[in-house]
């Protein structure tokens, strides 16, 4: 029922600055708690931030806070994540996600995007 599709990936300098977007289709962006994950090579779907339905509220994890942002803009249907202070670590794919709960998103969305690739050099 909903589709989600991210863009904005590409190669960026370590120290630098980069922001996706997962552009919502199908349905209202409004009806879905959104997050981000990311895949690295040899591991598992790691999550990164996630917001609830109206992005009121927003969650973390470790590993990317106080650098990357994730916000929502309900007339443009997207949900963007800002990615600052890049590291080559911070290579992997970059997937959205979508389900109807915050908790939900978060342990097992429902709904993911095909993914994005960032790299970052050293």
């Given at each position: 029922?909903?589709?989600?599709?991210?863009?904005?990936g590409?190669?960026?300098?370590?120290?630098?600055?980069?922001?996706?977007?997962?552009?919502?289709?199908?349905?209202?962006?409004?009806?879905?708690?959104?997050?981000?994950?990311?895949?690295?090579?040899?591991?598992?779907?790691?999550?990164?931030?996630?917001?609830?339905?109206?992005?009121?509220?927003?969650?973390?994890?470790?590993?990317?806070?106080?650098?990357?942002?994730?916000?929502?803009?309900?007339a443009?249907?997207?949900?963007?994540?800002?990615?600052?202070?890049?590291?080559?670590?911070?290579?992997?794919?970059?997937?959205?996600?979508a389900?109807?709960?915050?908790?939900?998103?978060?342990?097992?969305?429902?709904?993911?995007?095909?993914?994005?690739?960032?790299?970052?050099?050293?």
């Amino acid at each position: 029922q909903v589709q989600l599709a991210e863009s904005g990936g590409g190669l960026v300098q370590a120290g630098g600055s980069l922001r996706l977007s997962c552009a919502v289709s199908g349905r209202t962006l409004g009806d879905y708690a959104m997050a981000w994950f990311r895949q690295a090579p040899g591991k598992g779907h790691e999550f990164l931030a996630g917001t609830g339905l109206s992005g009121e509220t927003t969650d973390y994890a470790d590993s990317v806070k106080g650098r990357f942002t994730i916000a929502r803009d309900s007339a443009k249907n997207t949900v963007y994540l800002q990615m600052n202070s890049l590291r080559p670590e911070d290579t992997a794919v970059y997937y959205c996600a979508a389900d109807v709960t915050t908790l939900k998103v978060k342990t097992s969305p429902r709904y993911w995007g095909q993914g994005t690739r960032v790299t970052v050099s050293s």
